[in-house]
């Protein structure tokens, strides 16, 4: 196991950075095409840097024996299932209730590590998540607010199943990792991702359609699919193998504070006192988690 201030934390970090300036990304492309196809496009679009980093760097398939369940398992869950369910809830509830039921997926992931092991979290992990989980409400309700108007259950249900099936995509990768790389875990489950969504692009979305996205709307396809698909995953399958699911997975939490960040370099928006205290929390349950 790894300290705090380590490579695996270092990737960790970057990985959220780049995840947290998604939801501002997201909301430029979606001025130009509606939300399935963006959620599709995104993993469609990762295909040839994948092949471009594949081949350039002769990355070999995992496909053999349970290797193979679980590149399957990371492609359906981390690029597709993950993607496509967090962009269709958060079209169908407010951004206060999405940005609340993402913050379970720590939760998610550290309770599958406890079932897989069959051991329970330790008190430390415990008293961590509920501190940085109860930054991230206070930072959430502060920032965007937590109303109920324009929410609605299958949304939030939605955004849960989006962060479920992100944690399950970790427990996947993580036993792949040690074995084949995080460059290699993350190519070939793009690739073997984009494949399945192309028939479904195909018959869902007229080339018209396509062709009218906007230059703006591609460039912030480009971020989602060569950033947050790529590099971002390929940063966090690296951090998950060296640091362990139920401890690096905490950096989710600090999701909404780059997301704020990002509203406040690029849109002007206010960082009230509260914020700067809910982020001190926040950091403080995620360091509760990773100290020794």
């Given at each position: 196991m790894v300290g705090f201030f380590s490579l695996a934390t270092a990737a960790a970090i970057a990985a959220v950075f780049i995840w947290g300036g998604s939801p501002l990304?997201?909301?430029i492309a979606t001025r130009s095409t509606d939300?399935?196809?963006?959620?599709?496009l995104r993993t469609i679009a990762s295909v040839p840097f994948a092949l471009v980093v594949i081949v350039a760097m002769r990355l070999r398939l995992p496909w053999r024996g349970r290797d193979t369940f679980d590149t399957l398992g990371v492609a359906v869950t981390g690029l597709i299932g993950f993607p496509v369910l967090f962009t269709?809830?958060?079209?169908?509830?407010?951004?206060?209730?999405?940005a609340v039921a993402s913050a379970a997926t720590p939760v998610f992931a550290g309770l599958m590590v406890a079932a897989i092991n069959r051991r329970w979290p330790a008190k430390s992990w415990w008293l961590g998540i509920s501190v940085a989980f109860f930054g991230a409400i206070v930072l959430i309700w502060e920032s965007i607010g937590i109303q109920s108007v324009g929410a609605s259950w299958q949304g939030d249900l939605l955004v849960m199943g989006g962060a479920f099936s992100a944690a399950l995509s970790f427990q996947f990768g993580a036993r792949l990792t040690p074995r084949y790389g995080a460059p290699a875990v993350t190519m070939w489950s793009?690739?073997?991702?984009?494949?399945l969504l192309l028939p479904v692009l195909w018959f869902y979305a007229e080339p018209e359609e396509i062709l009218q996205v906007a230059p703006a709307g591609w460039a912030a396809i480009a971020y989602l699919a060569a950033?947050?698909?790529?590099?971002?995953?390929?940063a966090w399958f690296y951090a998950l193998s060296r640091g362990g699911i139920a401890r690096i997975s905490m950096w989710h939490f600090a999701l909404p504070v780059v997301g704020i960040a990002a509203a406040a370099i690029f849109l002007g928006e206010p960082l009230t006192p509260l914020l700067l205290i809910a982020t001190v929390v926040i950091l403080l349950g995620?360091?509760?988690?990773q100290r020794r």
């Open positions: 990304v997201t909301k939300e399935f196809t963006l959620a599709l269709l809830g958060v079209a169908h509830t407010t951004a206060g209730h999405a793009v690739i073997i991702a984009g494949i950033g947050s698909s790529i590099i971002a995953y390929m995620v360091g509760l988690v």
